[in-house]
């Protein structure tokens, strides 16, 4: 169990700083709307690989029922996150930072299960643990700067940067958990928990990353960028 933690830790890390480089982009040179679409396309085609390749042939063999319902129960609990996230924004909680209160409060959460995710994944399996971890931290990075962009102005910049370093502590914290309390768990309780995860991350990818990502107008590069992220992780997965 300490060689999975240890493991599991020190590739996620790479999230970790991830975050914080994304904070400190966010803060000194904010990425203008083309940029930020090209990000969210390349996160995109890195998760949606990252799933297809990883996550999905891992319970392919397991029992449907329990596929489908931790499918059904990811998908349900980003539904309700985003609701969430939603009703924060409108009820203005957060004082000057309300803005960014729904989306800081759902990134915490999303936090949490991809640190479980990854956990998941190196107690299964040690390489795809490592893919998911790397393709999450292109998503952190996304993440970082999306959060910090959304505060307000006048805040200083070490406040801002505590946003992001608050996703790295949840993010290790879900891993950490995730390790203990699910390290030699049953088969199905573990298909359960990435069936779930899958949901998750497919939500994150169509309803946030694509989303955010059109609007703007659509060009080759981003399109492009979207098939480079996927072909690069696959080919990751291939060689691994």
Do not use: C, W
């Amino acid at each position: 169990m300490t060689e999975t933690l240890v493991q599991a830790l020190s590739y996620t890390s790479l999230a970790v700083v991830a975050a914080l480089i994304g904070g400190v982009i966010a803060i000194y040179r904010a990425p203008g709307p083309q940029m930020e679409s090209n990000v969210q396309h390349l996160a995109a085609g890195v998760v949606f690989a990252a799933v297809a390749a990883e996550l999905l042939p891992d319970i392919h063999d397991q029992a449907p029922t329990v596929v489908v319902a931790g499918f059904a129960t990811g998908v349900v609990a980003m539904l309700g996150i985003h609701r969430l996230s939603k009703r924060i924004e409108k009820r203005g909680v957060g004082g000057n930072a309300a803005g960014a209160a729904g989306l800081i409060i759902t990134i915490a959460i999303d936090m949490l299960i991809d640190g479980v995710l990854i956990a998941v994944t190196f107690i299964e399996e040690t390489a795809t643990g490592i893919i998911i971890a790397l393709a999450l931290a292109i998503e952190v990075l996304f993440l970082g700067v999306a959060a910090v962009v959304a505060l307000p102005d006048a805040m200083g910049s070490l406040r801002k940067l505590a946003v992001p370093a608050l996703f790295g502590l949840l993010l290790t914290s879900g891993v950490t958990v995730g390790v203990f309390t699910l390290a030699g768990a049953p088969e199905t309780i573990i298909a359960f928990v990435l069936a779930f995860g899958a949901a998750a991350l497919l939500y994150l990818v169509t309803e946030e990353l694509l989303v955010k990502a059109g609007t703007v107008p659509q060009t080759p590069v981003s399109t492009t960028l979207f098939f480079v992220g996927f072909l690069a992780i696959f080919l990751l997965d291939i060689v691994g």
